[in-house]
């Protein structure tokens, strides 16, 4: 896969991309990331890339011409197939689904917002536009990150064999089971004894049952987008019948 990271800011991306799996997943060759500085597609002086709001109003706008500019030049270097994706709060709400159909994609160009957001004659441009969360934040950029940490975990290949396969319980949709290691008791907190039973069986159960009562009382609207066993159901039924501990 290839990804094109549009912004004004490619130096934020130097940490977080040179380390961890994207850095194994480049060196595999199955991914391939580049980024383009937004300012290099202005044609006046000051390479300005951002005006006063039509209608009037605090902040900024990003000018239309050099996001548009960047984004047809940036499609031209390669043939595949692209998905361009403007990061933006206005945008669907991020998930596993999303990741999951993004990660199918040949090549993406994810596009990074600044100051108050785009002149919206640059959605004519654009493919999809997504959102990764509902709280206001500086930039796209941190967007863009989660979005490629996201998708080539999801990428053959990139995650090691040894690697945690998350997406077990997360392709369930559920909360994750409580995770214990050595020490066996920890300051008094003991491990639970199914864990240590070697009862492979029964600790399946258990966790299962546990990704239950763990989604039912933090995040109950994630189990609408789960396939419930009769035994899950037995379960949440008991969870809401036992008494508040
Ligand atoms: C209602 C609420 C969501 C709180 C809201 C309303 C109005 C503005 C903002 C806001 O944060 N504007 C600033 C910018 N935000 C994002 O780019 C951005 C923010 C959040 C998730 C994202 N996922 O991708 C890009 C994202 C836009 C241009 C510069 C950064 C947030």
């Known amino acids: 896969m290839r990804i094109d990271i549009l ?13 961890s799996i994207l850095k194994r997943a480049a060196e595999k060759g199955l991914l391939e990331i580049h980024f383009h500085q937004i300012r290099d597609y202005t044609h006046d002086k000051h390479h300005v890339v951002d005006d006063t709001p039509y ?10 011409e050099p996001v548009v500019e ?55 441009y654009i493919d999809d536009e997504i959102s990764i969360g509902d709280y206001v934040l500086s930039g796209g950029e941190l967007p863009a990150m989660v979005i490629v940490d996201a998708v080539a975990r999801l990428i053959p290949g990139v995650l090691g064999c040894g690697e945690s396969h ?9 909360l ?19 864990l240590l039973s070697g009862n492979h069986a029964e600790i399946a159960k258990w966790r299962r049952k546990e ?34 501990a």
């Open 7 to 19: 912004t004004l800011f490619p130096e934020m991306f130097a940490g977080p991309f040179s380390e």
């Open 176 to 194: 994750e089971y409580p995770h214990y290691t050595r020490p066996p008791e920890f300051r008094g907190t003991p491990v639970p004894a199914i």
């Open 166 to 174: 998350v997406e077990e319980s997360h392709s369930q949709g559920l």
């Open 55 to 64: 209608g009037g109003g605090a902040g900024m706008v990003m000018k239309p």
């Open 70 to 124: 960047a984004i047809e030049s940036v499609k031209r270097l390669s043939d595949a197939e692209s998905r361009t994706i403007l990061l933006s709060p206005s945008g669907k709400l991020f998930s596993q689904g999303i990741a999951a159909e993004l990660a199918l994609k040949s090549r993406l160009i994810l596009i990074a917002g600044h100051y108050e957001g785009f002149d919206e004659r640059v959605r004519s």
């Open 211 to 244: 990704s239950l009562k763990r989604t039912s009382e933090r995040r109950p609207d994630m189990l609408a987008g789960v396939a419930l066993s009769k035994a899950d159901r037995k379960t949440l039924a008991e969870l809401n019948s036992e008494p508040e």
